[in-house]
């Protein structure tokens, strides 16, 4: 974990993520939390994980998500180098 990251505000940001309950429920706090380009760009780059877990080819992503390569690249280098977050969830998703 990065030891920039931790803080008591951030404690409390992800204690309220973790109280909702359902999809609306994340809807409704996450729109009043993030704008609608941050809360894109936060779902392009979770798609563009899921993509490259299924070895898609940085086009394919790019032509599908509209995500540059930058951003594939920056996702990419989370998955290969990150803390394991992205493949926690997809885990706990397949499950």
Known sequence: MNKKLKTDAV??????VLCLKTPEEC???FEDLC????LLSLSQ??????????????????????ASTAT????NRSLNYG????????????S
């Open 11 to 16: 404690d409390h940001l992800f204690q309220a």
């Open 27 to 29: 809807y409704d706090f």
């Open 35 to 38: 704008t609608v380009n941050e």
């Open 45 to 66: 780059r979770f798609e563009v994980a899921s993509m490259l877990k299924d070895h898609k080819t940085y086009l394919e992503i790019a032509e599908k998500t509209g």
């Open 72 to 75: 594939i690249s920056r996702v």
């Open 83 to 94: 803390s394991d977050g992205y493949d926690l969830v997809f885990e706990r998703l397949d």
